[in-house]
């Protein structure tokens, strides 16, 4: 059977020059660019850029399929929407990892699963569209993707069995559409999901009400307001609703947080899960 490889880049907060559409043409005769996005797909041949270079220097987000069972997803935000030491705390391994380049943090999420050969070719066209609403979700505050990408490591065997869960995100039990979509694209197992929900069932994850929105504005200091309000008709950076969503949110959480049950190692998370499908009657092998 042939191999078939596709690649999807794509811009968020800008539009791609005249000259850097020029660079990209270089590498390829085919490729469909347009101002805000890079694809391309392979039945012969290979891509002549790199994925890597071209999320640092020109893009938010990336996803390639391969259909000999290789899957990535690259999401990129500013650092001062997403701390570092935040993301961290979930991307640590080869299936989940993060780096930092120069103002801005990349995340990157990658299925290998060489032994299985994808015959139902992926449509890839319309993938990463479904998917780069995450990136919003994460720069407000929504840290379940990075956990469903912490759970990928531990389906994969990448996070040892004494290593202790990060913090479980609230509603981890209610996945809206994109993140079982993107649950879905890496092959998360969802009785490994549904066993990690567990702790987060007791979080409380209300929807902020009006009253609650007006007291959190008011306690900020008068002259931070001030520069938020300079800011936002300035209009020079597109992120401070999200960073200001994403301050309300962490403070919200936070008051609104019952206790959690202590946090599990990854040993205990795979043998619940395991007990979960042997119940159900599925046992096969997850990988």
């Known amino acids: 059977m042939s191999e078939y490889q596709y690649y999807e880049f794509r811009t968020v907060d800008r539009r791609l020059s005249e000259t850097e559409m020029h660079e990209l043409r270089l590498h390829s005769t085919r490729a469909k660019i347009t101002a805000t996005s890079f694809t391309n797909e392979y039945n012969w041949g290979s891509f002549k850029g790199d994925a890597d270079i071209w999320m640092e220097k020109y893009f938010d987000g990336h996803l390639y399929f391969a259909n000999w069972g290789t899957r990535v997803l690259q999401l990129a935000l500013p650092i001062k929407l997403l701390p570092r030491e935040t993301a961290s705390l979930y991307c640590v391994t080869d299936a989940a990892s993060v780096r930092r380049v120069s103002s801005k943090l990349i995340l990157r999420f ?46 994969q065997g990448q996070v040892d069995d004494d290593e202790v869960e990060p913090p479980v995100p609230a509603n981890l039990g209610k996945l809206s559409g994109v993140l079982l979509d993107f649950a879905d694209f890496l092959h998360i197992d969802p009785d490994l999901i549904a066993t990690a929900a567990k702790a987060s069932l007791l979080t409380k994850n209300q929807k902020p009400t009006g009253k609650e929105t007006a007291a959190w504005v008011a306690s900020l200091p008068g002259a931070e307001k001030d520069r938020i309000l300079v800011e936002l008709i300035s209009g020079d950076d597109p992120h401070v609703g999200a960073n200001l969503r994403a301050r309300f949110s962490h403070d919200h959480d936070t008051a609104n947080c019952m206790a959690l049950p202590p946090r599990r190692k990854a040993a205990e998370l795979r043998a619940a899960a395991a007990e979960r499908r042997k119940k159900d009657g599925r046992n096969q092998q997850r990988s």
């Open 110 to 155: 990658i299925l290998e699963q060489e032994d299985r050969y994808e015959e139902d070719l992926l449509e890839g066209d319309g993938v990463l569209s479904s998917l780069l609403p995450l990136r919003n979700d994460i720069a407000g505050g929504d840290l379940r993707a990075l956990y469903l990408g912490w759970l990928m490591s531990v389906q």
